[in-house]
């Protein structure tokens, strides 16, 4: 760690240092236990999920490099919000508590928390916890066309999955009679509480090893450091108040979002009066849990992306938006697609704050997209596997957008061999997209194309569950940088309209037939004209920029 | 009779390194380093091979086992020095190599970059040919596409075509028929197979794989020809041994069959020796740390044995970042490594905080002390001005530093920066960097379970010695072993190492379903290979073969290696099998879950033969007094009790005899190296001549 830590209350700064990467770690082994033991293809391959410790407050402490950053961040609402309904003193050994609640935990329904109390010396002195990205919490299996949260699922209230170690039976059989592949779902909620046991088992050896009654003066130290690490990177900026509008695809209509983020001394507040009322029809909605996640991320990304993240970091800022807005939805609005509006706010906070931090921020994002296969093999047995993919990021000053990410989630992509494993399915490409990026001084990174089709031999239907975004508007170039493309969706060679597209169900009726799938690329930063001449040739060597295009 | 002789050559990537043995005696006669060039390795080599046994008075058919470690492959990848290579693949995956995983693995940096793909787009072509996730052809491999391929290639000036076809793990005939098409075509073309090199599950993993040994191919092959013609024009006539990443040696030609499996063969050789110094000081757990000219390696080395990993991360762009590297699906000795060695350079960021590494001034222009043309301090400029290192007597005299050289520039670049005078510039990129270090070795020794408390550290490497002491105390270790030839010990490591063959086949089944028959058959495919590959070896015919498993619940993407000992898994260690799985994933995960299948990915083989029998003698103890060795006294910073310079005896390596005990401070000299003692340090010279030296833990790091 780079830092000096010479204010450590209580602690050598050597010994601090090493109990803050040790809990890093920990949280790192959390981590790569539910990717070990984990089997359907978005926790085991795709990596959709995250771990935690918290400390008894319910205030983070430390995640894994390597977690979902909006999981991380939901993690504190959802710790305290299960203190909230069970006192801490009520709380026993052995102890597991569960929910999916969006406006608890990440959003929607699919993402489910495990909240695993660790005791020492006979009393809670920490939480491990564990969000991941279910392969199925039941409900409709088009996300687009639900017009109530009750039509997306299995809704799993606060409670406790395991009780002083006995497994709550009731519990577990309500989860497996609702969902689909419920081998895989329950297979995968073991691996979440497999990885809470671990990390807990680690973190009390922690202290017994450093004599430590609990990990409250720990907590609040490496708080503390974090806190100021980032209102010292606040107070650098100039006070004033940005704003910013961005305008996204929605469902029926478009959807417009407002920010207006005020900087005032060391701390920040975001504002979101002036979105758009919460969607009636499709997920598209945001709980406010979820926006502030998506708010703070990015904050964090510009302003102090190397210290260690922790509740303290995010202290300085506050975030409100309107109540029953499409950033702060109320029951029982459908959430289950709430990345087609969270991810905007990325691009709507960059926007804004381009003028203060130019060098630091990036025009607009493909943004990633997940394709979903759910059928039954000819053996039988249900097939259930997601396959995602990266779109291209955006240009920055100075440099073109960097592919090779899901930004801004930090899953991978699935491989094409284990996709076809999964599911009777072919990938027939998986390539750049030529003339995908924004052009611009600065362009952005590529998009990808897809194609697929069913496994021949299989002689099945197949049907493929999308909810594509950037159908109808793209990235959004900056400083004079070009947009990006849009989403195309061909079926045997003919693009959808938005409207044929409807509720994001296409099945492909023989093997002959063909889906393909083209993600927009990222958007350019700065004039086209601007562009260094080499590097436009390398890009028309590569073949992924026309000859005839001026970028 | 004349003497006989084993060498040892080590090809670092600032110095090159050489180990002459008696094999007879089972002792080292002599040590040699010579600047690494960088252009022409095996110029050093050669230079460096007829120095050290002119010094000796021996000549080359004196020589009858000669071993070799070198990062040359590493080099070639980190500096994109390998051939101009094509990759032929799938119709539709021309852009595997670009795609990556799509992760960012650093959740925080918005810029976090990505190595550049090893061959560009131009040269990934495409041929039409599909093989299903059962290894069934759905579309026959169109070979007239393929010469049309290998013909644009071939005029596009490639000297390397890796090929990589989707699900070739599971039927590798259509990459078969391409490596035939394009011997048939330009046999002057290497060939790398996805399927032989990596027949692992995943597309992009594999691929990066093969399209890496591809591009080192022809320069391994060059190189390793080109040394052993000037090696046999000297006169040597035995096989030329070399060192893989998993920690064994094989032939040459073996070895040039699958170059990516030389990765890391350097640091392979350098936990050997931490190994072999372990055992020779009584240490069952040792902490290899080997700190050279560009890179530090930390490697834990438990009951003797190094770990070894399934894959490792080539050329890591981003601070050594895992994520920012090209994956190698190899198996490999687990080290961690990072860019921390003499030739680091010391900015201030733009933080206004001193920042080391990971970029190095390598060897050549080198620390502005070495006077050419280095303008940016180093590591190795502040030890200089921290009085640690002699600048009469750096490489044991053969180069002289120049320290008012380092004086500007670490005044200029770093002292004026931070308003510090030049010493206290100095203190602050020696203290920074042992930080950096250690912080990197905590994390290797707590991944792996290990309290630093019970390790003893063996350091080596030319800056190793000089950072060894403090850098233990920042970790908590008490005990740190300084072996005579610290500057040479990947060299002397390579003799110890087994002659070694890790030879892994993909079949996934569950265990209750799998076909005991084709498990033969693909064993005894791996025991032919092992065989061709020990081919003519002496004692080829005791080779001991060791199965491991790659096991999982079915449904999972991650495996657990389940050793069998003996030759071949058979139908009747089904139970057994299951349960050493069982209890594996409870050791590790703390339960396992109920009802579920257990399914078996990957095969593997070792083939093993006991390597050259590497001895040191121990002489007896002798006077504790060490005056004898004293050759001087200069002044030293050392920053405990008090900070400031403290006249502090410098002692000759060579003339401290076992039995010889003191204290720091004290500097001990040797060629190859410096050994830094603070006060506070007591060190003790062993039978082997190894300095043993204690720390007084304050506490303060636990």
């Not at chain 1, 691996?191 to 046991?197: E, F, M, R």
């Not at chain 2, 991360?313 to 921390?340: C, Q, W, Y």
């Not at chain 2, 030890?383 to 002699?390: I, M």
């Not at chain 2, 110890?496 to 005894?524: E, G, K, N, Q």
Request: net charge negative; hydrophobic share 40%; glycine share 10%.
């Amino acid at each position: 760690m780079n830092v000096q830590m010479t204010d450590a209350a209580g602690f050598d700064p050597i010994s601090l240092g090493i109990i803050w990467s040790r809990l890093i770690g920990i949280a790192d082994d959390m981590w790569t236990t539910v990717l070990r033991t984990a089997v359907s293809t978005i926790i085991g391959a795709a990596q959709d999920f995250g771990c935690e410790i918290l400390d008894a407050e319910g205030s983070s402490v430390a995640h894994s490099n390597r977690s979902m950053p909006v999981f991380n961040l939901v993690m504190p609402t959802v710790t305290r919000a299960v203190l909230a309904r069970h006192p801490i003193t009520t709380m026993r050994e052995g102890d597991v508590y569960i929910t999916n609640d969006p406006w608890l935990c990440a959003g929607h329904l699919d993402d489910i928390a495990t909240i695993t109390p660790v005791f020492h010396q006979g009393r809670v002195v920490a939480f491990t916890v564990t969000i991941a990205h279910a392969s199925s919490i039941g409900g409709s299996l088009t996300s687009r066309t639900v017009r109530e949260i009750y039509e997306e699922g299995l809704r799993i209230p606060i409670l406790k999955l395991v009780e002083e170690g006995r497994r709550n039976e009731t519990a577990w059989s309500f989860i497996q009679e609702n969902v689909r592949t419920p081998d895989m779902v329950l297979t995968d909620i073991e691996a979440q509480l497999t990885a809470n046991d671990l990390g807990g088992r680690r973190l009390v050896a922690l202290l017994q090893e450093y004599d430590l009654p609990d990990l409250t003066t720990v907590a609040a130290t490496i708080q503390a450091f974090s806190e100021r690490a980032m209102r010292d990177a606040i107070r650098a900026i100039p006070d004033g108040s940005y704003e910013s509008e961005v305008v996204t695809d929605g469902l029926d209509h478009p959807v417009r979002l407002r920010c207006r983020i005020t900087v005032a001394g060391d701390e920040i507040a975001v504002d979101y009066a002036g979105s758009d009322p919460q969607s009636p029809r499709g997920g598209i909605n945001c709980t406010l849990t979820y926006t502030k996640a998506h708010t703070v991320y990015p904050l964090k990304c510009l302003f102090s992306p190397s210290v260690p993240a922790n509740e303290g970091t995010f202290r300085p800022f506050s975030i409100q938006a309107p109540a029953g807005s499409i950033l702060n939805c109320s029951v029982p609005a459908p959430v289950g697609s709430r990345t087609r509006t969270g991810w905007h706010i990325h691009p709507l906070l960059f926007t804004a704050l381009e003028p203060v931090v130019p060098e630091r921020v990036q025009a607009g994002n493909g943004l990633m997209r997940s394709v979903h296969v759910y059928g039954q093999e000819r053996d039988g047995h249900f097939f259930n596997a997601h396959f995602f993919v990266g779109g291209g990021r955006g240009a920055s000053q100075g440099r073109d957008g960097i592919g090779r990410n899901c930004f801004p989630s930090s899953a991978r992509n699935v491989s094409v061999e284990v996709f076809e494993a999964r599911a009777p399915v072919l990938v027939r490409t998986r390539s750049l997209r030529p003339d995908s990026a924004g052009s611009g001084a600065w362009r952005g990174a590529f998009g990808h194309q897809l194609e697929f089709s069913s496994l021949p031999g299989y002689d099945e239907p197949v049907s493929f569950f999308l909810d594509p975004d950037r159908l109808r508007f793209p990235p959004r170039g900056l400083a004079g940088g070009q947009d990006g493309p849009l989403t195309e969706i061909r079926v045997n060679g003919r693009q959808l309209t938005p409207e044929e597209i409807g509720s994001g169900q296409l099945t492909l009726a023989a093997p002959a037939d063909r889906l393909a799938v083209d993600v927009p690329g990222g958007a350019g930063y700065g004039r086209p004209a601007d562009r260094d001449p080499a590097l436009a040739e390398a890009d028309r060597a590569a073949a992924l920029v026309s000859a005839n295009d001026s970028g | 009779m004349p003497k006989r002789y084993a060498m040892s050559v080590d090809v670092g990537g600032t110095f090159t390194d050489f180990v002459l043995c008696d094999m007879d005696a089972g002792a080292t006669v002599a040590f040699h380093k010579v600047l690494t060039d960088a252009e022409r390795p095996a110029r050093a080599v050669i230079a460096g091979w007829e120095e050290l046994l002119a010094m000796a008075g021996a000549s080359s058919d004196q020589v009858q086992y000669a071993v070799h470690s070198t990062t040359i492959v590493t080099n070639a990848i980190v500096a994109r020095t390998g051939a101009k290579t094509g990759l032929l693949t799938t119709s539709g995956f021309r852009d595997v190599l670009e795609i990556g995983i799509e992760q960012i693995y650093d959740i925080y940096d918005l810029f976090a970059p990505y190595p550049p793909p090893l061959i560009p787009r131009h040269l990934r072509l495409e041929v039409p040919e599909r093989v299903t996730r059962d290894g069934e052809v759905l579309q026959p491999l169109d070979e007239a596409a393929v010469r049309t391929q290998v013909d644009v290639l071939r005029t596009a000036g490639v000297r390397a075509i890796a090929v990589s076809l989707i699900h070739a793990y599971r039927n590798p005939d259509h990459e078969r028929r391409i490596a035939a098409i394009v011997t048939e075509m330009a046999p002057e073309i290497a060939v790398s197979l996805s399927s032989r090199v990596a027949p692992v599950m995943g597309e992009y993993e594999r691929t990066s794989t093969v399209a890496a040994d591809a591009y080192v191919k022809p320069l391994l092959r060059h190189y390793v020809t080109d040394l052993l013609d000037h090696l046999r024009r000297l006169g040597y006539r035995r096989p030329l041994y070399l060192m893989l990443s998993s920690g064994g040696i094989t032939t040459a030609e073996a070895a040039i069959e699958f170059p990516v499996r030389l990765l890391e063969s350097g640091p392979a050789a350098g936990a050997f020796a931490a190994s072999f110094y372990g055992q020779t000081t009584g240490n069952e757990h040792v902490l290899s740390f080997d700190m050279g000219g560009t890179t530090a390696k930390a490697c834990l080395i438990a009951r003797g044995r190094p770990g070894v990993a399934g894959m490792l991360e080539a050329d890591r762009v981003h601070r050594f970042k895992p994520g920012s590297g090209l994956p190698i699906m190899a198996p490999t000795v687990a080290l961690i490594e990072i860019g921390a060695g003499g030739g680091s350079i010391a900015r201030v960021n733009e933080l206004g905080l001193l920042s080391i590494g990971p970029e190095s001034a390598e060897a050549n222009p080198g620390p502005a002390s070495y006077g050419l043309g280095g303008e940016q301090p180093t590591v190795t400029d502040a030890n200089t001005l921290l009085g640690y290192l002699d600048p009469g007597y750096f490489l044991g005299g053969r180069m002289v530093l120049q320290p008012e050289l380092a004086a500007r520039a670490v005044g200029r670049f770093v002292g004026s920066g931070l308003n510090l005078s030049p010493t206290e510039a100095a203190w602050g990129i020696h203290a920074t960097v042992n930080e950096n270090m250690a912080q990197a070795a905590r994390t290797h020794l707590i991944e792996r379970n290990q309290d630093p408390r019970q390790v003893a550290m063996v350091a080596f490497g030319g800056a190793g010695p000089a950072h060894a002491v403090e850098v233990a105390r920042i970790l908590g270790i008490r005990r740190v072993i300084a072996p005579l030839g610290a500057g040479v010990a990947s060299a002397i490591g390579a003799l110890t190492a087994p002659m070694a063959l890790p030879l892994v086949r993909s079949y996934m089944t569950l265990l209750d379903a799998a076909d005991w028959d084709h498990v033969r058959a693909l064993y005894d495919g791996m025991r032919d290979e092992a065989e061709r590959a020990f081919a003519g070896v002496t004692g080829a015919e005791s080779v001991r073969y060791g199965a491991a498993l790659d096991m999982r619940f079915a449904g999972q993407y991650h495996e657990l290696r389940v050793a069998l000992p003996g030759g071949v898994p058979e139908r009747e260690h089904v139970a057994e099998l299951a349960a050493a799985f069982q209890a594996g994933y409870t050791a590790e995960y703390g339960r396992a879950p109920g009802g579920l299948p257990v399914e078996i990915l990957n095969w593997h083989l070792t083939a093993e033969l006991p390597g050259f029998a590497f001895n040191l003698a121990k002489e007896p103890r002798r006077e504790a007094d060490p005056n004898g060795a004293r050759k001087g006294e200069r002044a030293v910073y050392f920053r405990r009790p008090e900070p400031g310079y403290r006249p502090c005896p410098v002692y000759d390596r060579y003339g401290l005899n076992p039995g010889a005990a003191f204290a720091g401070p004290a500097i001990v000299e040797e060629r190859e190296a410096t050994v830094v003692i603070p006060p506070g340090c007591r060190v003790v010279v062993d039978g082997y001549r190894n300095l043993l030296m204690s720390l007084e833990q304050d506490g303060m790091a636990r």
